[in-house]
């Protein structure tokens, strides 16, 4: 690539660490991770002997003048404490989703990146896949008119995920900020900011059973308070409409439905959840028939590719640009599901106070990394 890579420590070593290691160790070239460091130590030690690095508490890597960029992979809870720290070490960072889990937080830290002039980033950087950068080609090249809504619909089944994945029960970790975020984020990449939301948020099913037979409670009713039904209605500062259905009272499958509606066609995308997974397009055909194909992918980078958003912002760094998965677009999406919670509870509609740039469509100079 021609540019000095980004010297970066990875902080968290849970399951989510082990792809962002794999692919900015050997598909992102930006990147040069050095090491790695949680609060479990043993964990981060088994991680660095795995890929190759370091291991380091967490305070000796925040201390290292070598260590330019922090890649935050712990619980949305410990989100705060870690990037101010990192801030005030004088590193940049990029948070695993979301920034925080207030807005009120998220936004001091970013006017903390501005005051030392770092770069602050935020998961999820799925809209930077294929078949989201897919979609964004078809939007701009008009292959669908002139947008007028945007649906989406999801499932999941809470009992596996809240016995699965238990940092889900946590305050704070509902189904708005775990799993909205992605649906939230691709509406946004493709179709600018939102300016005001309504939204249904509840939790009718509290009670649950914990299904994972590695569980100490395996068997064992516990209750998560969790909102875990949201649905809701949104403005976006275009004009565009849209609804957003999810619903973690079903099966464990998700079938997500996600659909962009135009005057001249309608793109069916796949789960933003995911890098990959196909780009529909429906157009008028000949006597009042419906057309259908499957888009050709734009971009290498179908399989999982966390990290991406990492790698980009380090390429950021050196040209001095804003990256793509950016704090302000991650705060936008951000507020937009407090405000869906916040008119769940009260009923009302909720202006959208911040906005953000629809990010730049990722250029595929990158080259096939992945």
Known sequence: MGVKPVSTAVI?????SDIYLENMIRHFPSVQVEAIGSAHGARAREKAEKYGISAAPVNDILRDPGIEMIVNLTPVQEHEKII???????KHVYTEKTITDR???????????????????SAPDTFLGASLQTARKAIDAGM??????????????????????????????????????????????????????????DNPIPVHIDINPESPGYGTEFTCENESRVMAVMQFKSGVTGTLNLNANSI????????????????????????????????????????????????????????????????AIREGREPRASADMAYHVLEVLNCMLVSGKNGTFQTIASTCERPEALSCVWGNHI
């Open 12 to 16: 968290g070593a849970g399951m989510i």
């Open 84 to 90: 101010r720290a990192a801030l005030l070490a004088g």
């Open 103 to 121: 807005p009120g937080t998220a936004m001091e830290l970013i006017g903390l990146a501005r005051e030392r002039k770092l770069v602050l980033g």
């Open 144 to 201: 669908i008119g002139r947008v007028t809504s945007v649906s989406a619909t999801v499932n999941w089944q809470n009992d596996h995920l809240l016995s699965f994945y238990p940092f889900l029960r946590v305050p704070g970790c509902g189904l708005a900020y775990d799993y909205a975020v992605y649906y939230v984020t691709a509406m946004v990449s493709l179709l600018g900011p939102m300016c005001r939301t309504a939204a249904f948020a």
């Open 252 to 315: 464990r499958e998700d079938q997500a439905a996600f659909a962009v509606y135009g005057t001249e066609g309608i793109l069916y995308l796949g789960n933003p959840d995911q890098f990959g997974g196909p780009v529909r397009l429906a157009v008028n055909g000949d006597h009042g028939r419906t057309v259908m194909r499957e888009l050709p992918m734009v971009g290498p980078y179908m399989r999982d590719s966390r990290g991406i958003g990492a790698a980009d912002m380090a390429e």
